[in-house]
């Protein structure tokens, strides 16, 4: 079974600055997915950004991307620019390639002061 | 075009009481999954279907839960007769299967408050 593990429960940043969110997963398989939800005070699980283990490049959306490390099993999410609005849960979760079931991590949350 | 949608968006209801959360999916999407989220759990995947059946349920706590897809964009998730302990926010999220990835795109969530 896989398992994702987000160490950092809670972190906080300035706004504008950058910050990066820590994810590491484990799994025998080759070809997999991974995903970074935010969810905000509202409870809403809103997909931030998306990463195909067979793709070398880092995934980007606008002021998010990622750091994927597939030998190292690392896939962390940085955030650049910080807003007010970036405040949320943030769920790191893995697919594998056979099936559509996520496992998600514990959570970071993070906060941004203004 | 509309994401998932769910209803209730809240509900208190009494212990021994049945409870229907309803969940329509995104127009086109054939896979459906109901979670639930705790502070004490996290997020728990409770069943999943594909194309109206279910596939996997192993994740539905006792038979005082079932989840039905009458139709292909509709789903309820019934408990009966609910619990304190079913206190939760409960998120369905609906993906186009076999696409690559399968993405999957989450409902606004009912919190439920069993008293």
Redesign the interface.
């Known amino acids: 079974a896989q398992t994702v593990t987000q160490s950092q429960p809670e972190m906080s940043v300035q706004e504008a600055e950058t910050v990066t969110l820590s994810c590491t997963y484990d799994t025998s398989e080759n070809n997999y997915?991974l995903?970074w939800?935010k969810q905000p005070p509202?409870?809403?699980?809103?997909?931030v950004i998306?990463q195909?283990a067979y793709k070398q490049q880092n995934a980007t959306e606008n002021r998010f991307s990622v750091n994927f490390q597939k030998a190292a099993k690392s896939f962390s999410l940085k955030i650049s620019d910080s807003q007010l609005g970036d405040t949320a849960m943030y769920?790191c979760a893995f697919?594998n390639n056979a099936g559509?079931?996520?496992t998600?991590g514990?959570?970071t949350r993070l906060m941004v002061k203004p | 075009d509309a994401g998932v949608i769910q209803s209730p968006r809240h509900e208190v209801t009494e212990m021994g009481q049945e409870v229907t959360l309803r969940c329509k999916l995104i127009s086109g999407h054939n896979?459906l999954?109901w979670y639930r989220q705790t502070m004490m759990r996290?997020?728990e995947?409770l069943i999943?279907f594909?194309n109206n059946v279910p596939i996997?349920d192993s994740g539905m706590p006792e038979d005082r839960f079932s989840a039905k897809m009458p139709n292909a964009s509709f789903s309820t998730l019934k408990i009966q007769p609910s619990e304190p302990r079913d206190s939760a926010?409960y998120?369905c999220?609906s993906?186009l299967?076999k696409s690559?990835?399968?993405?999957?795109?989450?409902g606004?969530?009912t919190?439920l408050l069993v008293l």
């Open positions: 997915y995903f939800y509202s409870r809403q699980m809103i997909l998306r195909e769920f697919m559509n079931m996520l998600f514990g959570g | 896979s999954f996290g997020l995947l999943y594909n996997d926010v998120f999220a993906s299967y690559f990835p399968e993405t999957q795109y989450f606004p969530g919190r």
